[in-house]
């Protein structure tokens, strides 16, 4: 197996913060690697300096192949070269620059990318604003690939069919795990009930530790008190006193010394760091918010056409009470458009009158940057800041993060600050339109697990088997100009 590139002494700083701090790197012929890590970990900046994008002022990267670069929201720049059959077959027919949707943009990307002929390709999340046959096709293609892969992804199912070692990136270095994402898991807990017995271990010899100090320190203090009594009961007897004097010493020197001796094998067990908890979140409902329809959102053959297309076409459905309710289909099909109907209550949509609709956006990452992140969170919240802080800390936020500003989050971290809002929000019914898109894998299972315990009703578009397969109760799909229930 070839290497195609060796990387030594990556550093990157932002802000003064050190991003990347990477001693050895290689990547080689062959490998498939998901790179992953939390939001602002460094991922993308990893390969943009693996690729040249970002210069290095120290260090070195020696390239020994030629690599192309599928980036996650820069502007498609379209070339000749592109395979048009290849181009079909992921859906993209027609290249209109002015009306294309994300998906047909990313699998243009991917298109011009498999059209290259490179030794290896990087990907910033290539499966985003795909549907379910997009993301299968492009799984197929890169088993064929021959190159090397090294990808960024949130998508679980993807990278469990793709890559055979996970790249993890976490306060700047790679840790490095043999299989794919499901066996990635697997090892972590295995690390993490490692971790756990080992402190535990840690805490039980530290206290022994300690007691024994103290009594040793305790023997040494009674000895002194004894040894300065019998001194002053009979000072006529030097030479007795003396000796005893020097037996006394003698003896609380060892128990001083056994002290130190004990210090030292406390300071030699190192810093066991516990198993980080996650306190639970509890959702909570205001009483005047809470809905009786048992379909508090409906359609009646609804029809609708956007230019000369027809989205739907005498559609009917009904959406059940609290539950967690899947929307799918490819892309194109309507259900973004579905959900701007419903917002916009058009004819042939009922909706509760007590409905209080939150909706997160597909591509909702523009906020005030000027304000910080507890201010923003606590704009119409009736949550306690304890409650806000759980929450936050679900998704990955540290306690030096709620502090900051949103002006130096990254666009991940501020997705994931609307979703942690919108969940605490004065809503009853959440739309989420593909609400893990550019989440970090911890977040997207940290959402999985808030969106379950949601006691409101969610309706929530996604290509994300995994979140699918976890979350959802009840799936519609929109096909043939219909919307119907599949389970």
Known sequence: MSLLMKAKGIHVEYMGRDVLEIEDLEL????????????????????KVLLGEIPLPHGKIVREGNFTYIPQLDDVVIHEEVDQALLGKLGVDKLNMEHMSGGEESRLKIAQALSEGV????????????????????????AFYKGALLVISHDRYFLDRVVDKIWELKDGKITEYWGGYSDYLSQKEEEQKNQAAQYKQFI????????AIAEKKNQARKMDQKAKGASRKNSSES???????????????KLHNAA?????????LGDVKPREAIRPV?????????LHNPFPIAGNEICKRVDDKVIFDKASFQFPLSAKIAVTGANGTGKTTLFK????????????????????????YKVDRHQGVMEFMQENCDYQMSEIRAVLAALGFSQHDVRKELSVLSGGEIMKLQLAKMLLGRYNILLMDEPSNFLDLPAVE????????????IIFISHDVRLLENVADTVFEIKDKKIIRKC
Do not use: C, W
């Open 239 to 253: 030479g007795g006193r003396l000796g005893h004097q020097k037996t006394v010493g003698s003896k609380q020197k």
């Open 119 to 142: 030794h290896g390709i990087f990907a910033d999340e290539p499966t985003s604003h795909l549907d379910r046959e997009g993301i299968d096709f492009l799984i197929n293609q890169l």
């Open 28 to 47: 080689h012929e062959y490998d498939r690697i998901g790179l992953v890590g939390a939001n602002g970990a460094g991922k993308s900046t990893l390969l």
């Open 282 to 290: 509890h959702f909570r409902q205001s009483k005047s918010l809470e």
């Open 341 to 364: 109907m419903i917002l916009d209550r058009e004819d042939g949509i009922s909706i509760s009158p007590k409905a209080a609709i939150g909706y997160f956006a597909q591509n909702g």
């Open 204 to 211: 039980a010899e530290r206290d022994r530790l300690e007691k």
């Open 446 to 457: 940290a959402l999985e697990n808030l969106m379950k315990d949601y006691t409101g009703t």
């Open 260 to 268: 130190k001796n004990m210090e030292h094998r406390i300071e030699s």
